[in-house]
């Protein structure tokens, strides 16, 4: 009787702490609204990898899906792409985006950019974002950047609806410079 009592309380000790550690270190996330279709449609829930752990070691990336609070409304998480680091210079013209003065090739999104976007650096400690349905997304080209402060945490697995479970994919600097 004492074994099995101490079995029982260690698998619930165990189911506790990877309960905490999954808590800790991910966070589910669910897409509302079009503004990342192709790549990602209303409805569909992600993992996503929270700040404090995806960016331990680096900073957010040119391409990398991030989940934040957007300065303008703190109500609800936004899910977009990140495009420009801090000191970058970004700018949209000719149904294109530029960084650095450099076009980017970017097939996750679902249509080029109908808008333009003045030649604009990036400030520190701030982040360029766009949803990859560009023409309708609320993001950066309407003049407001992401504050680091702000990043949730990194997109990581699309876990719903079964048929599209997968790792979310990255597109660095190097894959998307023409």
Same mark, same amino acid.
């Given at each position: 009787?004492?074994?099995? *009592?101490?079995? /029982?309380?260690?698998?619930?000790? =165990?189911? +506790?702490?990877?309960? =905490?550690?999954?808590? &800790?270190?991910?966070? %589910?996330?669910? +897409? ?13 829930? *992600? ?5 404090? *752990?995806? !960016?331990?070691?680096? #900073? ?9 609070? @957007? @300065? ?19 700018? /949209?013209? #000719? ?7 450099? &076009?980017? $090739?970017?097939? !996750?999104?679902? #249509?080029?950019?109908?808008?333009? !976007?003045?030649?604009?650096? +990036?400030?520190?400690?701030? !982040?360029?974002? *766009?949803? $990859?349905?560009? %023409? ?10 992401? @504050?680091?402060?702000? /990043?949730?945490g990194k997109a990581w697995l699309l876990i719903w609806p079964p048929e599209y479970w997968g790792p979310v994919p990255d597109y660095s600097l190097g894959e998307q410079l023409?």
């Amino acid at each position: 009787m004492k074994n099995l *009592l101490r079995d /029982i309380l260690g698998t619930i000790g =165990l189911a +506790v702490a990877i309960f =905490l550690i999954i808590h &800790a270190t991910l966070q %589910n996330f669910i +897409v509302v609204g079009p503004s990342m279709e192709t790549s990602f449609h209303d409805g569909e829930r *992600l993992l996503v990898v929270k700040s404090r *752990l995806a !960016y331990a070691f680096h #900073d957010p990336e040119r391409g990398d899906v991030i989940v934040f609070q @957007p @300065p303008s409304n703190s109500k609800r998480d936004f899910i977009k792409r990140t495009i420009g680091l801090p000191g970058d210079e970004i700018e /949209i013209k #000719d149904r294109e985006v530029y960084v650095n003065g450099t &076009a980017l $090739d970017e097939p !996750y999104i679902n #249509d080029s950019p109908s808008y333009t !976007y003045p030649l604009t650096e +990036v400030p520190e400690g701030q !982040y360029f974002v *766009l949803g $990859d349905n560009r %023409n309708i997304s609320n993001d950066s080209h309407n003049s407001w950047v992401v @504050p680091r402060k702000n /990043i949730i945490g990194k997109a990581w697995l699309l876990i719903w609806p079964p048929e599209y479970w997968g790792p979310v994919p990255d597109y660095s600097l190097g894959e998307q410079l023409k």
